[in-house]
């Protein structure tokens, strides 16, 4: 599968932003979808993983309770709704894909190195 993830852009502190994901192949929905970031002179770091079905979703820490997660898998995109968004939050966001093909109870996976398919980044700046 190949990923393309945009909408990066500049944005003031307590901002808000939409990033998407697209997604080309017909098996769109047999993969869990990550979202990373990685900000300059930092490792990649988890942002939040969505279940195949769109059914579970586990957020980082630092995210929690201001960032969302979707997907639609008819049109295979991924989205990624941040809001008030704050200065470190500044860095190159990533989507990811793994597939899952296991029936049973879900686990989201948090590290880089268990995904196998890359978008290319969009870059997100919060201003202070």
């Known amino acids: 599968v190949q990923l393309q993830a945009s909408g990066g852009g500049l944005v003031q502190a307590g901002g808000s932003l939409r990033l998407s994901c697209a997604a080309s192949?017909?098996?769109?929905?047999?993969?869990?979808m990550g979202w990373f970031r990685q900000a300059p002179g930092k490792e990649r770091e988890f942002v939040v993983t969505?279940?195949?079905?769109?059914?579970?979703?586990l957020f980082s820490y630092s995210v929690k309770g201001r960032f969302t997660v979707s997907r639609d898998n008819a049109k295979n995109t991924a989205c990624l709704q941040m809001n008030t968004l704050k200065p470190e939050d500044t860095a190159v966001y990533y989507c990811?894909?793994?597939?899952?093909?296991?029936?049973?109870?879900?686990?989201?996976?948090?590290?880089?190195?268990?995904?196998?398919?890359w978008g290319q980044g969009t870059l997100v700046t919060v201003s202070s």
């Open positions: 990811a894909a793994v597939l899952n093909n296991y029936e049973g109870k879900w686990s989201g996976r948090e590290g880089p190195r268990e995904y196998d398919y």
């Open positions: 192949g017909r098996t769109f929905s047999t993969y869990d």
């Open positions: 969505i279940s195949r079905r769109g059914d579970y979703a």
